[in-house]
């Protein structure tokens, strides 16, 4: 009898998309989204194709397949099934307030600004129709955390308490949660208290 194992995964590695033309590729993920352009080579399996990396901020890549026989056709890309729906890249809040702002400049029209109850969100298109998502988280994890270990306890909280959706007192009390169960402290009772 064989055994299933996992294959386990360890993060996105990179996320490759179909471009247009090179300039086009680079004036929209540097020019726009301040991707720096770090890597070129031709397209392995493709010689009319060029290949371009961009870091999007986290180590990850993003790379653009280009071909100069290809133009921008700002169609909304299908959103099939097996198709991708969208694109979401983390921002900081300083940078998420700014980007309606800073897409209008441009005459990119937008979602303006979505209440997501743990993030806000923007949508908007690229050149070649691709939703893209900025997206802003409202919490930082506790140290030695991510924001999926806030996630998960913030759901369970959720569903606990039978709300329809993540909001800031359940991302609040999964902070204190995840902080309580991994930092020590010398008090037996770390309840609330109110000193004044």
Sequence with gaps: MTEFRKIQAQ?????????????????????????????DQPNFDDPDEGHLYFDP?????????????????????SQAPGNVHHIAFNVSQASFWQAAKR??????????????????SIYFRD??????????????????????DVMIEAHRIRVERGDHHIDREHLADAIELLVERGRQSLSSDRGARNPY
């Design 11 to 39: 993060g996105v590695h990179h996320i490759t998309l179909t471009g247009a033309d090179r300039q086009t590729s680079i004036d929209f993920w540097e020019g726009v989204l301040g991707m720096p352009f770090i890597f």
């Design 103 to 120: 897409l209008e400049a441009r005459g990119i029209s937008h979602s303006g600004p979505k209440d997501r109850g743990f993030m806000d």
């Design 127 to 148: 050149p070649l129709g691709l939703l893209i998502e900025l997206a802003s988280y409202r919490f930082e994890p506790p140290e030695g955390c991510r924001h999926a």
């Design 57 to 77: 901020g986290d180590g990850r890549l993003v790379t653009i397949f280009t071909n100069e026989k290809r133009s921008p056709d700002p169609a909304p890309a």
